[in-house]
C-alpha cells in the first residue's frame, strides 16, 4: 500500500518532544516599546532576490501563466486581453499584502499589553525556532499552524517578530476585509485576502495561484495558511483542505524550487476566547459577520483569564522527501509548466496524504491542559446522570475526590498513549484539579464537594446560556451551550484516544469477538466517521494495528490468532473509550433515523440542518436522547458528508436547490450497524 | 611495458609487423586521459605546471591552479593518491580455436597481448580509470584484431557469425557510458574490432562538397588531412583529438561548432555498416530522402550493438576564411543564460559556438560582479570576415542588455583550449584524492536554470548524505544552444579522503543526478549516449513501444548477439 510510510507510528511513548519558554515574562519585565522598536533583522532564504511589493505586483502580472489565462479568458469571453489584464490587476490589487514594518511594530507593541492582560504565558518551543529558522534560510517556507482562533495568525507573527524571524505572508479569508480599518492593518502586517469560494473563476484561481508561488518561489517570505481551511469550531482538528496546499507543492514538483520545507505548527490554548461563540454558533445562532466594532465589543473578553497558550513549532517536513517515491515528477515534461493543469490522479492522493500527515503532525504536539482530562470525565459524568435519572439529585456530578482520582487514572493513559499532557506533576492533584476548574468556573458548578457541568440554569447575563429561564427548548439550547463547549475540549484529546476508541466501539457493536468480525466493525466505524476525525485515507489497517498495539501494552486487550478478548482490568478503559464515541455514533443513528422517518421529498442541503435539528430537539425533549451535543451543525454536516460519500443520500441538482434523495434501505441498515443491531457484512464493508 | 601478464602469450605471427600506425597506443596512456607526455603536475615548488609540448598550455606554470585546487576540494598536496604503475594479472584470452584459425587464413593482423587487449577493455567513466589506476582489470577482449579496410570488417563478422565469437567495435577509446566495458558474463571470445587502420580519406567530391572517408580515422587527422585540400569538416567534439568517426556516428556526437557546421546526423550524408546479416548502407547520396524511416537513425547511435560502421560520406566545407574567438563576462548564471538564448534567436550562422559557464577559475576578478556569481561566455565567430565582425558586434551588443561585458579575445581563446586540457584535469585530481567526471543533457529552454539548481544542489546534498567529508565541486555549463533548448554539462568532483569506498559514493550521487536530471525534464544523454551506464533508464526515455521497436532492430539485424557489447537495450 502506497500510503505506509507517510502514516507509519512508532510506540508512542517513545516521542521526543522539546522544552517551551514563556515569551511573555520578558515582557512583564521590560518596555514595550523597546521590545517593539527593537532592531529587527531577519536571516533570509539564501535565494532571495529582494523585491518591493511593487515589483512582485509586476512579476505576477507578468508571469507566463497570468498571461496564458488572461488570453483564455479572453478568448471565451470574448473581452479584449487588455481588459482581462485589468480585471487581474484588480484581483492583485483586492488580494496582496503590504507588508510595513512599522505596522508590525505596532501590532507588536499592542499585542504585547492585550497578550499579558489575556494570558498567563505564551509557551514556544525555542529548538523549533532554531529549526525554522534554519529551514527558513535553506529553503523556502510554508507554515502550516493549527486555526482555533481569530488570535492565530496574530500570535504566529507576534512570535516571529519576537524571535527575530522572516515575517509570514499569511492567506486570511476575505471576511476580514470587511473589518475596514483592521483589514487594511492586517494587510500591512503580511495578510492577503482570498475569497472563500471562487471556484469556476479561472482569472481569479491563476492570479491568486501565481502570487502565491512568486512569494514562495523567491523566497520573499514564508507563506503561511490554516490547512483546515478555517477556524475548527469543535476544537477537532477538521479535514483539510487541499487548493493551496497543492499550490504551494507545484513549485517542487514542477523544479522551480530545489525543496521546499513545510513546518506544522500546532497552538493550543488553554481556554479559547470564542469559547460559548463557537457552541452558539454550532447550535444555529448565525455567527456575527467580523467587524471592528464587534472585535471591540469584544473587549469585554480582555478582563478574564484565559491561562497560557502553548505554540509548538514542529519538524519541518521536506516536500522533495514526502514526494520521493510517491509523485513522478517527469509528468511535468510533456507541457509548458506554465499552462494550468488540474492535477493529475497520483499527485491528487500524494497532496492528500501528505495534508492528512501534516495535520496529524500538528494534533501530536498539540499541548493538553489537565482541564481537558476533567471535561471528559465530567461530560461523561453528566450523561450517566442524566441515563440514571439523577441529574436533580444530590447524587449528581461526581465528588472532588472521586473526579481526581479518575484524572489521575486517565493522566496516566493519556501517557500511554503518547499524549503531549501538560500536568504539573510537582504540584498536589487535588490542587492541579481545583485550579483547573476555577479557571474554567463558566462550565462547572462546585457544590458540597461535587462538581458538574454548569447546565441547569442559564448562567445569568454574564454566563454562556442563550437566554435566562424559557420554555424547554430554549432551556435544552443554554444545556447544550455548556456541553458544546465541554466538548471542545475533550475534542482536543480526541485524536489521542481515537484509534482505541474506535476499536472498544467496534468490538461494542461487533457480534462476536471474533478477530475478523472485530476488523470489520472497526473499518465500517471508521469509514462511516472519515469525516468527522482526521483519520488517513488509506490506512485502515495501521490504525487497526496501532489501537491493538495500544490496547494490549496498556494489559486492556488480548489479542489472539483467532481473537479479540477483554481482560479483567480492561473494563475500565474499554467504558470510558466506548463513552467517550458514544455520542457521535448516537448522533449519526439520529440522523440516520431523522432521513429514514421524517425526510421529505423536498429535502434540500439548505433545510438539511434545521430539519435534522427540529428532530433532535423533540427527541431531546422527549428523552429518547440523551446526548445534547449532536445539536452540533458540524457533527450534523459531516454526517450528511459521510452519507453523501457513501452514496446513502444523492445529491441531485435543481434549476436553483439541490435536493437530497435518500436510500432509505442503506440509510436504514447503516444505522442499525452502528446500533450493532446488525452484523458488519462483508458486502457492506467492501462496498463501503 | 607497463604490463605483467599472467599467462606467457604464444605470439602470433600475424600481430604487429602488418600495422601500419599503431602510433596512438603507444603515445598515449593505458590508465588515464590523452597523450603520456602531457598532463598536469605539482613541480618541486610545488606550482601547477603542464608538461609536454602538444598544447598551448604545455610548459606552462599555474600558480593559481594549486589555490583553486586546495581551496575547492580542500585537497593537500601532502596527501597523494599515485598510480599503481602496472596493472595486475590479466585473465587468460577463451580463444576460440577453429576462429582464430579461420582469422590467420584471411591475413588480418589481430593479437591476444594482455597490454593490447586491456587497452581496449574500457573508456573513460571514472570507475573504469579508478580501477586500471589501482591495478585492477576485469573481464578484457580476448583478442584485438586490425582490419584495414570495409573488406576486412565484413570478413571478420562472417567469421565471428560461423564461429559464435563476440565483437565488439573499438574506435578512439573515448566512451564515457561504459560501452567499451566488456560484460563480464560473456562466455564466448570476445574480439575487439579495432578500427584504427581504417583512417583514409577515399575521395573528395568537391563540386557537392563531400568527402568519403574510412570511420576509423580519428577527428583531428580528419580535420588536418581535409584542411591540406582546404577543407574543414567543422565537427569538434572535445574528445577530437582521440573520438573516431565511426565512434561519433554510433552515439550520435556533437561538436562544440555545431551552430554553423551542425551535428553528427546532420553531417553525414552516406554510412555503410557491415551487421550479421550483411551491409546495409542507401544505394545513393541524394541529400535527403522520403523512404520510409531513415535508416542512418537505426545506426546513428546504435553504439556498437548491431554492427561495425566503417565508411562514411560527410559534408565538407571549405575552410573559414577568417576565426575569432571572444569572451562575455556576465554577473550570473541567469543573465548569461537569457543572452545566449537571445543570441541565438537573432543570429543564426557564423556563431560558431560558445560555452557559458559559472565560477570558473580562470577568471575570478571582474569589476563590480560578484566573483562567486559571475559567469563567463566564450564565443568562437567563423567565416568571412566582414560577416564575422558584423555578428560579432551584435552578439556584444545583445550582451550588454543582459549586462554582460566584452571579457576579451585571449579569454576567449583559453576557454576553447581549457575544453580540450580539462580531461586531463581529472587526472591530476587522482593524484591527490580527488575524483571527478562531467556528465550531460539537453533540456528545453525554460528548465536551463531550473535543472541546473536543482541538479547541482542535488549533488551537493547526496554527497552529504553519503558521508563525503569535503564540500563538492558542483557546477554547470551550457554547452550547445539549440532553438528549443539547451545542452547542459555539469561537473562534479570530490575529496575523497575518508571515504572506504569512493568510486561507489561516486557512482550513486550520479545516479541520483541522473534522476534529478530526468525529473526535471532534462533528457537521459545529449551525446555522450547511453552505453551501459544508463541503460536502466532507457525504457521510461523512449517508452515501451520504443523499447520494443529497438529490440526488435537488433533481434532481426543481430540474432546471435555477435554484437554483444550489451549496451543500450
Redesign the interface.
Known amino acids: 500500500m502506497a500510503s505506509e510510510a507517510v502514516y507509519s507510528h512508532r510506540d508512542p511513548m517513545l516521542k521526543k518532544r522539546d522544552d517551551f519558554e514563556d515569551i511573555l515574562e520578558e515582557r512583564r519585565n521590560c518596555s514595550d516599546l523597546r521590545y517593539a522598536l527593537k532592531c529587527y533583522t531577519p536571516v533570509v532564504y539564501k535565494g532571495l532576490t529582494p523585491c518591493k511589493a511593487g515589483v512582485l505586483k509586476n512579476m505576477v502580472l507578468q508571469s507566463d501563466q497570468l498571461h496564458y489565462v488572461i488570453n483564455q479568458v479572453s478568448k471565451e469571453t470574448g473581452k479584449a486581453p487588455e481588459d482581462v489584464q485589468e480585471e487581474a490587476s484588480a484581483i492583485l490589487e483586492e488580494m496582496a499584502h503590504r507588508m510595513q514594518l512599522s505596522t508590525v511594530r505596532f501590532f507588536a507593541f499592542t499585542l504585547c499589553k492585550v497578550f499579558k492582560t489575556l494570558f498567563r504565558s505564551i509557551c514556544v518551543n525555542e529548538e523549533g525556532i532554531q529549526r525554522l529558522q534554519q529551514a527558513i534560510q535553506e529553503h523556502p517556507v510554508v507554515l502550516l499552524p493549527s486555526h482555533r482562533s481569530y488570535m492565530d495568525f496574530l500570535l504566529m507573527s507576534y512570535i516571529l517578530f519576537t524571535y527575530d524571524l522572516a515575517l509570514p505572508v499569511i492567506a486570511a479569508g476575505m471576511d476580514f476585509m470587511g473589518m475596514k480599518i483592521v483589514g487594511e492593518m492586517l494587510r500591512m502586517s503580511g495578510a492577503f485576502f482570498i475569497r472563500r469560494s471562487f471556484g469556476g473563476d479561472k482569472l481569479y484561481w491563476a492570479v491568486f495561484s501565481e502570487y502565491v508561488k512568486t512569494i514562495l518561489k523567491n523566497g520573499l517570505a514564508p507563506v503561511e495558511f490554516f490547512l483546515e481551511g478555517t477556524r475548527s469550531r469543535t476544537a477537532k482538528s477538521l479535514t483539510p483542505k487541499l487548493g493551496l496546499l497543492n499550490i504551494v507543492m507545484d513549485p517542487f514538483l514542477k523544479?522551480?524550487v530545489?525543496d521546499i520545507n513545510v513546518v506544522p505548527v500546532s497552538i493550543s490554548y488553554e481556554r479559547i476566547l470564542e469559547e460559548t461563540l463557537y457552541a452558539r454558533e454550532l447550535l444555529g445562532v448565525p455567527k456575527p459577520k467580523e467587524s471592528t466594532s464587534g472585535l471591540f465589543k469584544a473587549r469585554r473578553v480582555l478582563s478574564e483569564d484565559y491561562g497560557s497558550i502553548h505554540v509548538y513549532f514542529g519538524q519541518p517536513v521536506s516536500v522533495r522527501s514526502l514526494a520521493e517515491g510517491r509523485v513522478?515528477?517527469?509528468q511535468?515534461?510533456l507541457t509548458?509548466?506554465h499552462i494550468p493543469k488540474r492535477p493529475s490522479d497520483d499527485v491528487h492522493s500524494f497532496v492528500n496524504a501528505a495534508a492528512y500527515r501534516l495535520v496529524r503532525a500538528q494534533e501530536e504536539n498539540m499541548v493538553l491542559k489537565p482541564w481537558v482530562l476533567l471535561a471528559s470525565l465530567l461530560l461523561q459524568n453528566h450523561h450517566q446522570d442524566l441515563d440514571q435519572d439523577r441529574a436533580a439529585g444530590p447524587e449528581r456530578g461526581m465528588g472532588l475526590d472521586e473526579l481526581t482520582e479518575e484524572a489521575l487514572w486517565l493522566r496516566d493513559v493519556c501517557r500511554q498513549y503518547g499524549a503531549f499532557l501538560h500536568w504539573p506533576d510537582h504540584v498536589p492533584p487535588s490542587e492541579v484539579v481545583s485550579s483547573s476548574l476555577d479557571l474554567h468556573r463558566g462550565l462547572v458548578r462546585i457544590s458540597e464537594g461535587r462538581v458538574r457541568l454548569a447546565v441547569e440554569h442559564a448562567a445569568g447575563p454574564s454566563g454562556p446560556g442563550v437566554h435566562p429561564g424559557a420554555g424547554p427548548e430554549e432551556q435544552l439550547l443554554n444545556q447544550a451551550v455548556v456541553v458544546l463547549s465541554c466538548a471542545s475540549y475533550r475534542n482536543q484529546a480526541l485524536h489521542v484516544f481515537l484509534r482505541p476508541a474506535l476499536l472498544a466501539s467496534a468490538m461494542h457493536i461487533a457480534t462476536s469477538s471474533n478477530k475478523q468480525e472485530v476488523f470489520n466493525s472497526f473499518s465500517f466505524l471508521r469509514n462511516m466517521f472519515s469525516n468527522e476525525f482526521i483519520l488517513c485515507p488509506g490506512a485502515t489497517m495501521q490504525d487497526f494495528e496501532e489501537a491493538c498495539f495500544l490496547l494490549v501494552k496498556t494489559g486492556v486487550l488480548q489479542i489472539t490468532e483467532q481473537e479479540v478478548l477483554s481482560t479483567h482490568r480492561g473494563h475500565r478503559t474499554l467504558a470510558f473509550l466506548t463513552r467517550m464515541m458514544d455520542p457521535f455514533l448516537q448522533g449519526y443513528q439520529v440522523i440516520c433515523m431523522f432521513l429514514c422517518e421524517e425526510a421529505s421529498e423536498a429535502l434540500t442541503e439548505k433545510t438539511f440542518i434545521p430539519a435534522v435539528r427540529g428532530f433532535m430537539v423533540k427527541q431531546l425533549l422527549s428523552g429518547r436522547l440523551r446526548y445534547t451535543e449532536v445539536l452540533s451543525s458540524d457533527l450534523q454536516k459531516n454526517a450528511l458528508a459521510a452519507l453523501l460519500r457513501l452514496g446513502a443520500v444523492l445529491k441531485t441538482k435543481g434549476a436553483d436547490q439541490t435536493t437530497l434523495k435518500v436510500n432509505r434501505v442503506m440509510v436504514n441498515s447503516l444505522e442499525d450497524t452502528l446500533g450493532g443491531k446488525l452484523p458488519t457484512q462483508k458486502a457492506a464493508v467492501a462496498r463501503l | 611495458s607497463a604490463f605483467t601478464s599472467g599467462v606467457s602469450l604464444e605470439s602470433s605471427p600475424n600481430t604487429m609487423e602488418h600495422i601500419k600506425c599503431p602510433i596512438l597506443q603507444e603515445i598515449m596512456k593505458w590508465n588515464g586521459w590523452g597523450y603520456v607526455d602531457s598532463k598536469f603536475q605539482f613541480n618541486k615548488k610545488g606550482q601547477a605546471e603542464f608538461t609536454g609540448k602538444r598544447y598551448r598550455l604545455s610548459g606552462m606554470v599555474m600558480p593559481a591552479l594549486k589555490e583553486w585546487f586546495e581551496s575547492t576540494f580542500g585537497a593537500s598536496l601532502q596527501h597523494k593518491t599515485p598510480a599503481i604503475p602496472n596493472s595486475s594479472a590479466v585473465q587468460p584470452p577463451i580463444l576460440n580455436e577453429a576462429f582464430v584459425e579461420d582469422l590467420k587464413s584471411t591475413g588480418i593482423p589481430f593479437s591476444q597481448d594482455a597490454e593490447d587487449r586491456v587497452f581496449r577493455a574500457h573508456g573513460h567513466c571514472l570507475h573504469e580509470i579508478f580501477a586500471l589506476r589501482e591495478g585492477k582489470v576485469g573481464r578484457v577482449p580476448d583478442m584485438v584484431v586490425w582490419p584495414s579496410n570495409h573488406n576486412d570488417v565484413v570478413k571478420i563478422v562472417e567469421l565471428a557469425c560461423k564461429h559464435n565469437v563476440c565483437l565488439i567495435p573499438y574506435g578512439g577509446g573515448t566512451s564515457v557510458s561504459s560501452a567499451l566495458e566488456c560484460p563480464p558474463e560473456e562466455t564466448r571470445t570476445i574480439v575487439s574490432v579495432d578500427t584504427s587502420q581504417m583512417n583514409r580519406i577515399l575521395w573528395i567530391d568537391e563540386k557537392n562538397l563531400t568527402a568519403h572517408v574510412e570511420a576509423g580515422i580519428v577527428g583531428q587527422e580528419l580535420e588536418r588531412l581535409l584542411n591540406e585540400s582546404g577543407y574543414c569538416t567543422g565537427h569538434e567534439p572535445d574528445s577530437m583529438e582521440f573520438s573516431s568517426l565511426g565512434g561519433w556516428v554510433a552515439t550520435r556526437a556533437s561538436g562544440m561548432k555545431k551552430n554553423i557546421y551542425g551535428n553528427i546526423e546532420d553531417l553525414v550524408v552516406h554510412i555503410r555498416m557491415v551487421t550479421p546479416q550483411g551491409v546495409i548502407e542507401k544505394s545513393c547520396q541524394g541529400p535527403r530522402m522520403s523512404t520510409g524511416p531513415d535508416i542512418h537513425h537505426f545506426i546513428l547511435g546504435s553504439e556498437g550493438t548491431l554492427g561495425v560502421v566503417t565508411e562514411v560520406t560527410m559534408k565538407i566545407r571549405p575552410m573559414p576564411e577568417y576565426q575569432k574567438y571572444g569572451s562575455v563576462v556576465f554577473p550570473n548564471f541567469e543573465q548569461g543564460v537569457a543572452c545566449l538564448r537571445e543570441v541565438l534567436t537573432l543570429i543564426t550562422n557564423v556563431f560558431a559556438g560558445h560555452a557559458l559557464k559559472p565560477q570558473k577559475f580562470y577568471i575570478t576578478k571582474f569589476k563590480g560582479f560578484d566573483p562567486n556569481r559571475l559567469c563567463v561566455a566564450t564565443l568562437l565567430f567563423e567565416g568571412d570576415r566582414e560577416r564575422v565582425l558584423q555578428h560579432e558586434k551584435q552578439v556584444y551588443d545583445i550582451a550588454a542588455k543582459f549586462g554582460g561585458l566584452a571579457a576579451g579575445e585571449d579569454n576567449g581563446q583559453r576557454g576553447y583550449m581549457l575544453t580540450f586540457v580539462i580531461a586531463y584535469l581529472r587526472d591530476l585530481g587522482m593524484d591527490y584524492y580527488v575524483i571527478g567526471e562531467s556528465f550531460e543533457t539537453s533540456v528545453p529552454w525554460?528548465?536551463v536554470l531550473?535543472?541546473c539548481?536543482?541538479v547541482k544542489?542535488?549533488i551537493i546534498r547526496e554527497c552529504k548524505e553519503r558521508g563525503v567529508q569535503f564540500p563538492p565541486l558542483s557546477t554547470c555549463r551550457v554547452t550547445q544552444t539549440y532553438d528549443a533548448g539547451a545542452c547542459v554539462y555539469f561537473y562534479f568532483a570530490f575529496n575523497y579522503r575518508g571515504l572506504s569506498d569512493p568510486v561507489h559514493v561516486y557512482e550513486q550521487v550520479e545516479h541520483a543526478a541522473r534522476d534529478e536530471i530526468?525529473?526535471?525534464?532534462g533528457s537521459l544523454s545529449h551525446h555522450h549516449g547511453v552505453g551501459k551506464l544508463r541503460k536502466e533508464w532507457m525504457r521510461?526515455t523512449v517508452s515501451r513501444v520504443g523499447m520494443g521497436m529497438l529490440k526488435s532492430v537488433k533481434d532481426y539485424v543481430d540474432p546471435g548477439n555477435i554484437f554483444g557489447n550489451r549496451n543500450l537495450l
Open positions: 523544479g522551480e530545489f513522478n515528477r517527469c511535468f515534461n509548458p509548466r | 525554460d528548465r531550473d535543472i539548481r536543482n544542489e542535488r530526468l525529473a526535471n525534464g521510461e
